[in-house]
């Protein structure tokens, strides 16, 4: 015991430099593929960082928000929902049976706001005043992007600490790991409610938007529905991930997760039905307490009626017809229809809607998808290293 | 009398102490209101379309100079830009041709600073809406926040600001009026405080009940704008949005940040309660 303890740094920080390398072929198909859309998007970035945003996007006076706010932070936010859900349901609700999810999805939540809420890195136009508005007295309280920019941080922190055991698990650092697991149950507690926060404030950045948002998109209750949304948001995109996982990473997943498998898809599945007939009640409630009728029977109105029937209500049906029929085909397709659903109405309000009433349009440009591409990839590519190598798909020890 | 007179001091001074623990906030904004805000008054129907005020502000704010002769600026609507904070437009109305100057109009509780993580956008006590480049983080909510579309941002440079009008703050530190106001040769164009330039604007239309159209743009818009407008037209008619409301916009997002703080404490005194009803014996 005591020897092993005295060898433990040397070993340890070998075992570090060893687990730094690639495992597995270099040359896959995926890995070229990825390599390439992320050089190409760091050259963008530079070319970005060195003429200006007008350089490499499409982004006006009239835009000044387009595909890095709409898609990375707005939509990515939501996407990564997941881990609030499912860190309430296992520590707080104590439910026993989402236990295996519980990792790859805080690990997935915790990458995805270091990647798409650090993509918001290349949107400012003066990146080194980031820092304003958490240090020294620039701080404005009243302001709605503050209190997201103070809950975003806070956000990550709370997801490492909750991520930490496995990383102390994987160094084999068991002390810290208990130590670290102690502050599990306050860390979820106040990760949940600064997420109910910050979903809700992304909506609320919109707000002020009332004059230029389609009247069908825009609603005092903006905050609510963003909330409820990244709800099933969430949800789906850990269904969507644990279908891919599941293939892709066989052999690092714990046997007892496959025996569970199907069992949390459809109690998963169900979760998201029933969160989202809540929303589309809420949805529908703010349409005739809007009364928007007349805008129905516009082009709009029609658009508005493809995220809200095609997106939203045909895959939470999907959803509800799968868990009953215990079809994992429908459960997946819903899942994907989910996802399209919010990237629709994320979209929707940020960028499609937004300026209904102006000539301008705005289009993304190839640069800015790429850029995009590259934040996702680059994300897969962290996801994969830290799967690979930490225990995420089997058992916590207890 | 020595007595009496140190009583009513230690009374007298006690009084004040207490007042000024107990009622500091009614003090300062006694304070505020004896400050008011500046604004200026444009009287469309004296405009003649000349362009001096475009020429004055981009000498002061070292802009490129317009040349009215030349560049036939009237002939198309035109947006303020990063190179041209405020610009003359020419819509034709049922009484002619009308012209109308575009600029910031400092509102009275402005979307933009409202909106700004950092206070880079400032209203500051005197009544012009300024930019702090050393506080700006560059994420440009100000430009979605403005109902009126005026911060812009200079999307090609690699150190880009928000740039709009500042009611020409320096010069008003000086002591003079804005240059726009000062160039103007048809006094289409009043500098002052809002409560007396709203006086001169209802004596116009009270006195030529013909030449102006009963409604004084930007005395409720948005919830008040420092800057006023009098037309002898309906304000459709001259590019004006009419449909912005007359609540303030920080009034959008209040009862959002109020619920913050609350949800904040609350939540997790809900979720710990949760936590206890439904753990398992032994705390797992």
């Known amino acids: 015991m005591a020897v092993a303890q005295s060898q433990a740094p040397v070993s340890r920080w070998q075992f570090i430099l060893q687990e730094l390398k690639p495992k597995g072929p270099l040359l896959t198909p995926f890995n070229v593929l990825a390599a390439f859309i992320i050089v190409g998007g760091l050259i963008i970035t530079a070319i970005r960082f060195i003429y200006g945003l007008g350089a490499v996007t499409n982004l006006s006076q009239e835009y000044p928000w387009g595909l890095w706010i709409g898609f990375d932070v707005i939509t990515g936010v939501a996407f990564a929902g997941g881990a609030y859900i499912i860190t309430l349901c296992v520590y707080v609700l104590n439910v026993e049976k989402l236990q295996p999810i519980v990792r790859p999805a805080v690990l997935n939540g915790f990458l995805s706001y270091v990647f798409y809420a650090g993509a918001l890195v290349f949107d400012l136009g003066r990146p080194w005043h980031i820092v304003n508005p958490i240090i020294g007295n620039k701080f404005g309280y009243n302001s709605v992007m503050f209190l997201v920019a103070w809950h975003f941080l806070l956000y990550m922190l709370a997801e490492l600490l909750e991520f930490s055991p496995v990383i102390a698990e994987w160094l ?11 502050l599990t149950l306050g860390t979820v507690i106040v990760g949940v409610t600064l997420s109910t926060l910050h979903q809700a404030g992304l909506g609320a950045l919109f707000l002020f938007s009332k004059t230029k948002l389609h009247p069908l998109w825009y609603s005092e209750f903006i905050p609510v529905l963003f909330v409820v949304s ?9 269904l969507l991930e644990g279908t891919i996982s599941h293939k892709v990473f ?5 046997p007892r997760y496959h025996a569970t498998f199907e069992e949390i898809v459809f109690s998963l599945a169900k979760g998201a039905a029933v969160t989202m007939y809540v929303y589309l009640f809420l949805k529908f409630l703010v349409f005739v307490h809007g009364q928007h009728w007349e805008h129905l029977a516009t082009k709009w109105g029609a658009w508005f009626l493809v995220e809200v029937i095609i997106f939203t209500l045909i895959p939470c049906a999907l959803f509800t017809h799968g868990y009953r029929q215990e079809r994992l085909d429908l459960v997946r397709i819903a899942a994907v229809m989910t996802l399209l659903g919010i990237l629709l109405n994320r979209l929707n309000v940020s960028i499609i809607a937004f300026n209904w009433n102006l000539p301008v349009t705005y289009y993304p440009t190839v640069w800015e998808v790429w850029v995009s591409l590259m934040v996702v990839f680059a994300e897969i590519l962290v996801f994969r290293w830290v799967v690979n190598r930490m225990p995420v798909f089997s058992a916590s020890g207890h | ?20 623990a107990v009622g500091a906030v009614s003090f300062k904004r006694q304070e505020k209101e004896k400050e008011e805000f500046v604004g200026v008054l444009i009287d469309t129907t004296r405009c003649i379309g000349c362009r001096q005020c475009e020429i004055a502000c981009a000498e002061v704010n070292q802009l490129p100079v317009p040349k009215p002769g030349e560049d036939e600026g009237l002939t198309r609507t ?27 109009l400092h509102c009275w509780q402005p979307a933009c600073a409202a909106a700004c993580p950092s206070n880079a956008m400032e209203k500051t006590p005197q009544g012009p809406v300024i930019w702090h480049p050393d506080r700006c983080l560059g994420c440009r909510y100000c430009m979605l926040a403005c109902p009126f579309n005026i911060p812009k941002f200079e999307y090609f ?17 000086e002591g003079k009026i804005p240059a726009c106001v000062a160039a103007c040769p048809m006094d289409a164009l009043q500098f002052g405080k809002k ?32 800057w006023l407008y009098l037309a002898g037209v309906p304000f459709e008619q001259l590019g004006f949005r009419t449909d912005l409301g007359t609540e303030t916009f920080p009034d959008y997002t209040r009862e959002f940040l109020y619920a913050v703080p609350l949800v904040d404490i609350l939540l997790p005194s809900v979720l710990y309660g949760i936590w206890e009803l439904t753990k398992q014996k032994g705390g797992k």
């Open chain 2, 157 to 173: 440079s690699p150190n880009p600001r928000i740039r709009k009008c500042t009611m020409c703050f320096s010069r008003l530190e």
């Open chain 1, 172 to 182: 084999n650092a068991k002390k810290a790991k208990r130590i670290l697991e102690r």
């Open chain 2, 78 to 104: 035109r947006d303020t830009s990063p190179e041209q904070f405020t610009v003359v437009n020419a819509f034709n109305t049922e009484k002619g041709k009308v012209f109308v100057k575009k600029q910031c």
């Open chain 1, 230 to 238: 990244s709800v099933f948001a969430g949800i789906s995109m850990i």
């Open chain 2, 195 to 226: 409560r007396e330039l709203m006086e001169i604007a209802r004596s116009r239309i009270y006195n030529n009940p013909d030449r102006y159209v009963r409604h004084i743009y930007g005395e409720y818009e948005a919830g008040g704008t420092g």
């Open chain 2, 1 to 20: 009398m020595n007595r009496r007179k140190f009583l009513t001091l230690a009374a007298s001074a006690t009084a004040v102490a207490t007042a000024k």
């Open chain 1, 250 to 254: 066989r052999d690092r997943i714990d």
